[in-house]
């Protein structure tokens, strides 16, 4: 599996909304996948998840405001964000985790992320 560079980020006014794209070499199905970001300075903190039956879990700042989703044809993960903030801004990176039948033999695969800077 590879992820490749995360799409559609880009400098935006608060309120403003954007959707970020990333698209994996092989096949989605059958693996959850999420969208991280990184501020400078910041540890890297996970935005959005959703399960391999399209099932989302958000962090608390952008719950109502970010959907993620995907398309499974064209293995794909989205994210649709809404009623940005300045606090949004940061490198937006995609994952895809592959799940083991003995959890430490777990696989997460990264994409190259797509800046988001919103202003005030």
């Known amino acids: 599996l590879m992820l490749a560079a995360g799409v559609g980020g880009g400098l935006v006014q608060a309120g403003a909304s954007l959707r970020l794209s990333c698209a994996v070499s092989?096949?989605?199905?059958?693996?959850?996948m999420g969208w991280y970001r990184q501020a400078p300075g910041k540890e890297r903190e996970m935005v959005a998840r959703?399960?391999?039956?399209?099932?989302?879990s958000y962090a608390d700042s952008v719950k109502g405001r970010f959907t993620i989703s995907r398309e499974n044809a064209k293995n794909e993960v989205y994210l649709q964000m809404n009623n940005l903030r300045p606090e949004d801004t940061a490198l937006y990176t995609c994952?895809?985790?592959?799940?083991?039948?003995?959890?430490?033999?777990?696989?997460?695969?990264w994409g190259k992320g797509t800046q988001v800077t919103v202003s005030s």
């Open positions: 959703i399960t391999s039956f399209g099932s989302g």
């Open positions: 994952n895809l985790h592959r799940a083991a039948l003995s959890s430490k033999y777990d696989r997460d695969y």
């Open positions: 092989g096949s989605i199905r059958g693996h959850d």
